[in-house]
């Protein structure tokens, strides 16, 4: 399975991206952990899709990534180390397994339709 990065080829080259990458993680990753601690303190009243979007994806891919290049890993190492962080986190987990779900249920009533 491909981790889609490949498919970025053009973008992965290009040092503006990783400059760009670089400055927004590092004005941005304190703000970011304050945010994804307030809102795991109140996650019970917070929708699992939002959930997994803003804590399981961009929480974990910023502080992912911000780790990474804190120990000397090159922009795209840390950037593939960010990814795999985000595709391992339970609640963006839980979000895939949903599309996944809602996915096969749109595809089974399309067929029943068809039947009928």
Known sequence: MS???GLMEGLMEDSRFWDALDRLVNDSWRGVKEVVDVMEEHSET???PLQGLLIGGM???IRSYAIARS???PPPLAF???LEQVNA?????TIIQQAAN???DAKVAGMKEGAE
């Open 3 to 5: 981790d889609g990065v």
């Open 46 to 48: 917070i929708p699992v």
């Open 59 to 61: 929480g974990t891919f």
């Open 71 to 73: 120990e000397a890993n």
């Open 80 to 82: 593939r180390h960010a």
């Open 89 to 93: 986190h339970p609640l963006a987990q």
């Open 102 to 104: 809602e996915a096969v």
